[in-house]
Structures are given as structure tokens and as C-alpha cells.
């Protein structure tokens, strides 16, 4: 009896102990984020502003010897600011609180060039004071960005500047209420003492973490998260959410793959936040009032922010009168339209699923489509198998992955199958997954779906959506050669487009494009483009042209003659290249337009392929009608931020010249190695 007794209490522990080993939690596996970091994983989109002097005097960089006075919005409203920034669905804004000209949108004990300085308000406002209000009517989070570059202090490039620029932190993170995000430039250069700092970034974290503890900080290295790389609002298929620690820097040059993709083998949580301007430039300039990004280019910044492991960072730049532009707003607007009617409707939502291991009946594969995201399906494999059926046959063109992060980023690679025509197809092949992947492909009528999944670790699911979103017409791109013809393209299957030549929106009544055509003038071109018997049309694209190229005649003094003619081919992927095995800045390069113009703008611009050497840091430009008699009229253009941001850089003159020759005097490149690259030069004539 003693001994039946003793092997019933024996079965009762090993059921215990079995039981308990099918309940507990799948161990973490490598780095995984904090508890800040998780709260920022929760947002998918927020605004940046750009706002400042810079706004006043049109250029993306100040010099930090402008008058206060210059900042003046005549009708300056953060409320509206808010409102707007909330109507589009983003979840928090940060702001420009102070530039690389050191100006300070709020008045700073321990600055001189301050909104205190200024006109604006008699002195009294505070930009701050009056967003962090907005944000709290709005119930947005309120971020703030203040780059330790300034141009304007002078205590700057000294031993006593790290602890002045720790006090204005202090200032900003004790006075305007809860910050979600404190942001880092890594620009580093000289101030108006013609000195540089060296930043004590480990000091500035601190003054964070000890005022804002739950803010997240960015910058290059982090500690929370790191730029993706570039300012085009991509990230990269690969997107890892760790990095090897000490690997980068704030303002770490030559590294901006490794920054996108991330470190596999990483050691340490550090995800990237993704980054553009809904214009080409960061800061306001009115003449890029007609070049905010379309809904189809916000549509694609989406896809590959939020849906490519990412946060969304899109900048809005606050105009002269202290507003969102009209143009923006219409642009958010048609961005919200699209999200809202893509992601309503998730045709996965309580459906069946079933994988291939399952590490307990705690983490069932149901969990992935309960649409709870702390409820997760557990595998008990690295390579598994995940199978959905949908019911019935549906539409789909858009699958949604999420892991649960808060055990690690597992997930190397993933393909997507459907079931059609009595097999399955591979639709989709994609590499990491981490805390948000969308996988878009060619729409396909299915029942089933089968997901395979290859991991470093066995994988951790706790959310799986399937869409059919809106498919969207891309919109036309013009160019024109050297020779005055037109060309229009559409990445689209089977357009039909329709332009025009005197300014007016295109319709089906206008001209029929058939091919390139000759436009070899001043004027305006847009275009649209219909698919499906016309029922999808495109947004309108607008091309200003000046007067073409075909007479233009080129000369320099820089070496590698051969491909001068490249910088008036009218083609922006090709690129000319000073002699780089010598030393050759500075140097000339002289435009002949062939006649005698009234030149008001000089367009210079850089490289287009996204990779580093020979961006130009300074020009000067003089004119002349006989190419003997030069007159000086541009004395130093800097190129600011080209590096990163490689767009158009206009050069204005004061006023209207009358001219025929162009020099332009390539004085400093931004690496110091004395070569150049320029993609295109064009003008802007009265």
C-alpha cells in the first residue's frame, strides 16, 4: 500500500514538473529592447519640424550671424500645427528647438541669439511653450531636437561649451512637460571662433536620463536608436534592430549601409527610426512649393519605414508665416486617405492557423491572428512553417509579420506561398522581419497561405494580418535631353498618358503621348497617367523647363575634359568627375549658353547615386557677357548637408543678370581630397 502510494505521488511530480515545462516563457534570445524602447516600437509615425531663421533667409544651414530680428512669422500658430500633424494620423512631433546656427526657439538663459532677441512677439515668445501646449490639447507626444553644433555661441569649440549646451538641455527637459524623444545631430563643425567641439555625448545622456528617463535618444550611436542612413524615408530589406556595440558614432562618415541594415551578430538593441522631408528640402523655401513628395511617394516612404521595421519620421517645414503649408497638408491628407482604406479590413483576423512545431500549448499558432499583440506564437525550431486559411478564396496583395521583440529579433529570412491552381506559388521573398514587416506583392486569388520561416533562433509571432490595399498608378516622370526631346515615364503596366505644354491639369482631351517629342523651349510640361480602361489615373507631375541645351557649350579647368558634357546632358545618373589623381580644387568650370540671357538662379546638382566622394562643399560664381570681363556675384555658396541630403542646390542671384558665360569656382570639397562630382547644371532665366 506504502509503495502504490509512493509511485502515485511520483506520476503527480513528473505531471507537475511536465506541465511547468510547457507553460513557462521561451527564453530570450540575444539583445532585446528596454522598456523605453518597447514604448517607441508602439508608435509607427510622427512629424519632424524644421523651423527657425533658416526659414527667413532660404538656406538649409545658417551661418549663425543672422540677426535675431530675421525671425518674424506673421501668423505663427502651433495649434494649427498640431491639429494638422493629428489629422494625419502621426502619433507625436519634434522640433528644431536649436539648429546648427544656435538660434533657440525658446529664451535660453544661457544664449544670446534667441527668440528673446527677436521682434517676433516683442520679445516675448517661446515656439516651445506654445507646441508643448498644442501637444498636450492635441494628446501628441512632443520630441525635441537641439544639435550641439552651433555656429553662433561663442563658448563654442571650448572646454565650457559641453557644459553650456548640458545647461540648455536641462533648460528644455525641465520646462515644457513630458518628452518622448530627444534628437542628436552628429553635424560637427567650426564656430565663430573657427574652432570645433568635441562632444561629450556620454554627458548629454546622462542630462536625459536623468531629467526625461523614459525619452528615447537618437542620434548615429544611439544609446536608444540610430539613424537609417539616408534622408530619402528608406529603409533596407535587411533591417537589423541590433548593432555591434561601439561600431558607430554620432556623425559617423562612409557607414550609412551598415547603419541601414543593422549587425546581424549585434550585441546590442538599436533600431532605426526612418527619416525624409515631405519636401527636398528640410528647411521652408518657397520655390519648392510645387515639389512636395505625392501621396504614391508618401505611399512608398510607408512601405519602406513602417513597413520595414522602422518608425516613420516625415518632416514638415513650417513656412515665413508660421504655418504647415496648404501643399503639405493636401499631401498628409492623401497619405491618411490611403492608410485608412489599405489596413481597415484584416482578412486574417480570427481565421485558422497552423505551423509546423509549437514549443508549448501556451503559444498556439491562434495567437498569431487574435489580434493581441502580447500574445504570441512560440516555435520550437529555427526553420518552421506557418499555414492561414482564410475560409474562402480572397483577394490579397499584402501580408503584415510581426515578432514578439520583447524576446529578440529571430526571423533571417521568410518567403510567403499561396495556394493557386491546385499547388502552392512563391509570391514574396524577404529577409528580416523584427518588430513590423509588410510584404507587398502582385494582387493573387487564394484560400491559403503558407509562410516559411528560416530564423537564427526558433521564431517568436505574435501577429500575422493579410490586406488587399489599394494598388497606386506611380506617377510620371519627364526628362529632357540635351537636345530638346521629352521623354515620359511610367513604372506601371500599360499606361496611357496625357500631357500638356501651356500649363494645364492633363485630361483625356490632351495630347496623347506616343513617344519622346520635341520641346525645345521655355515652358511647362505635366502630365497623368491612366491604367484600367481609365478608372485609376495618377497624380499630375509638373517639369518646369528653362531654355534647352543643344547650343550650350562647357570648359574647365579641372581635368577630365572628355566628360564635361555630361553636366549639360540633361541626364541626372550620369556624373562628371574632376581629375582625382591630382590635385586640383580650386578650379573652373565655364558654361557658354550660347546667347545672351537674364539669369536669376544657378542649379547645381550632386551625384545621384548615393555614394560619398568628391561632393562639393563651396562654389563661387561670376558672369560675363564676352567670357573676358568677369564679374564677381557669388562670393561662397556652401553646399549644406549634401552628403546626405543630394538635392538640387539653387543658387540665387541678388537680382537678374545679363549674361552668356558661367563660371563656376569649385573652391573645397566636403572630404578635403581636392576632387569634385557635379550630376547637372541648369539655370533659371527671366
Known amino acids: 500500500m506504502m509503495r502504490s502510494h509512493i509511485r502515485l505521488l511520483f506520476y503527480c511530480v513528473l505531471i507537475t514538473a511536465s506541465s511547468c515545462m510547457t507553460s513557462r516563457m521561451p527564453a530570450a534570445f540575444g539583445p532585446v529592447p528596454s522598456d523605453r524602447q518597447l514604448k517607441w516600437h508602439q508608435l509607427k509615425y510622427y512629424a519632424f519640424i524644421h523651423f527657425g531663421p533658416n526659414t527667413f533667409t532660404d538656406i538649409e544651414w545658417g551661418h549663425g550671424d543672422e540677426s535675431p530680428d530675421v525671425f518674424h512669422p506673421t501668423a505663427l500658430d502651433a495649434d494649427q500645427w498640431a491639429r ?4 494625419a494620423g502621426m502619433e507625436g512631433v519634434i522640433i528644431t528647438a536649436k539648429h546648427h546656427d544656435g538660434f533657440c526657439l525658446w529664451p535660453s538663459k544661457y544664449s544670446t541669439h534667441t527668440v528673446r532677441e527677436s521682434k517676433w512677439m516683442d520679445g516675448k515668445g517661446d515656439v516651445l511653450r506654445d507646441l508643448a501646449d498644442a501637444c498636450a490639447k492635441y494628446q501628441l507626444k ?10 553662433n555661441h561663442p563658448a563654442y569649440g571650448t572646454d565650457s561649451y559641453n557644459d553650456v549646451f548640458k545647461d540648455m538641455l536641462e533648460e528644455v527637459l525641465t520646462s515644457y512637460g513630458p518628452i518622448y524623444e530627444v534628437w542628436f545631430d552628429g553635424a560637427n563643425g567650426e564656430g565663430p571662433n573657427g574652432k570645433k567641439q568635441v562632444y561629450d555625448f556620454p554627458g548629454f545622456a546622462e542630462v536625459v536620463r536623468k531629467h526625461q528617463p523614459d525619452a528615447v535618444i537618437f542620434s548615429d550611436a544611439g544609446p536608444d536608436i540610430r539613424w537609417v542612413g539616408n534622408e530619402r524615408g528608406y529603409a533596407g530589406s535587411v533591417n537589423w534592430s541590433t548593432v555591434r556595440e561601439g561600431a558607430f558614432y554620432p556623425g559617423i562618415p562612409g557607414v550609412n549601409d551598415q547603419l541601414q541594415a543593422g549587425h546581424e551578430d549585434g550585441d546590442i538593441w538599436l533600431p532605426t527610426e526612418v527619416n525624409t522631408s515631405i519636401r527636398p528640402g528640410w528647411f521652408y523655401h518657397k520655390e519648392e512649393d510645387d515639389d512636395v513628395k505625392s501621396v504614391n511617394q508618401l505611399v512608398d516612404n510607408w512601405y519602406h519605414s513602417v513597413g520595414m521595421n522602422g518608425n516613420f519620421l516625415l518632416n514638415l517645414p513650417v513656412d515665413t508665416r508660421g504655418l504647415v503649408h496648404e501643399n503639405d497638408i493636401k499631401a498628409l491628407q492623401g497619405l491618411k486617405a490611403y492608410i485608412d482604406e489599405a489596413f481597415s479590413k484584416n482578412l486574417a483576423s480570427l481565421t485558422s492557423a497552423s505551423t509546423g512545431t509549437i514549443y508549448s500549448d501556451k503559444f498556439p499558432p491562434e495567437h498569431m491572428v487574435d489580434e493581441d499583440l502580447q500574445t504570441f506564437w512560440a516555435s520550437s525550431n529555427s526553420s518552421d512553417v506557418v499555414e492561414i486559411d482564410l475560409g474562402s478564396e480572397m483577394e490579397i496583395n499584402t501580408v503584415l509579420l510581426q515578432e514578439y521583440i520583447t524576446l529578440g529579433q529571430r526571423v533571417r529570412s521568410f518567403t510567403i506561398e499561396v495556394f493557386k491552381d491546385g499547388q502552392f506559388e512563391i509570391v514574396f521573398e524577404g529577409n528580416t522581419i523584427g518588430n513590423r514587416r509588410l510584404a507587398k506583392f502582385p494582387k493573387v486569388v487564394t484560400q491559403k497561405i503558407k509562410i516559411m520561416l528560416d530564423g537564427k533562433a526558433p521564431p517568436v509571432i505574435n501577429n500575422l494580418e493579410v490586406f488587399r490595399v489599394p494598388e497606386r498608378l506611380s506617377s510620371p516622370e519627364l526628362s529632357r535631353e540635351a537636345g530638346g526631346m521629352v521623354s515620359i515615364h511610367v513604372d506601371s503596366p500599360d499606361p496611357v498618358i496625357y500631357y500638356t505644354l501651356d500649363g494645364s491639369e492633363p485630361d483625356t482631351s490632351d495630347f496623347l503621348y506616343e513617344g519622346p517629342f520635341v520641346f525645345d523651349q521655355k515652358g511647362t510640361v505635366k502630365a497623368r497617367a491612366y491604367i484600367e480602361n481609365y478608372t485609376q489615373s495618377s497624380d499630375v507631375v509638373t ?8 547650343h550650350w557649350n562647357i570648359r574647365s579647368t579641372c581635368g577630365n575634359d572628355d566628360y564635361l558634357r555630361q553636366l549639360i546632358d540633361g541626364e541626372e545618373g550620369t556624373i562628371w568627375r574632376s581629375n582625382e589623381n591630382h590635385a586640383e580644387l580650386p578650379c573652373d568650370v565655364i558654361l557658354d549658353l550660347g546667347q545672351v540671357v537674364m539669369l536669376e538662379t544657378l ?6 547615386d548615393h555614394r560619398e566622394g568628391g561632393h562639393l562643399k563651396r562654389v563661387a560664381v561670376a558672369l560675363s557677357q564676352d567670357g573676358v570681363n568677369w564679374k564677381q556675384e557669388i562670393l561662397d555658396f556652401e553646399f549644406a548637408n549634401i ?14 543678370v545679363s549674361c552668356r558665360y558661367i563660371k563656376i569656382q569649385l573652391t573645397e570639397d566636403l572630404a578635403g581630397l581636392n576632387w569634385a562630382t557635379l550630376a ?7
Not at 512632443?142 to 555656429?151: C, N, T
Open 543 to 550: 517639369r518646369a523647363f528653362d531654355i534647352p541645351k543643344h
Open 142 to 151: 512632443l520630441g525635441v531636437y537641439l544639435s550641439p553644433w552651433d555656429r
Open 84 to 87: 494638422v500633424i493629428r489629422d
Open 603 to 608: 542649379s547645381l546638382l550632386p551625384r545621384q
Open 643 to 656: 552628403l546626405n541630403n543630394p538635392v538640387i542646390q539653387n543658387i540665387q542671384l541678388r537680382q537678374p
Open 680 to 686: 547637372e547644371i541648369d539655370v533659371i532665366t527671366n
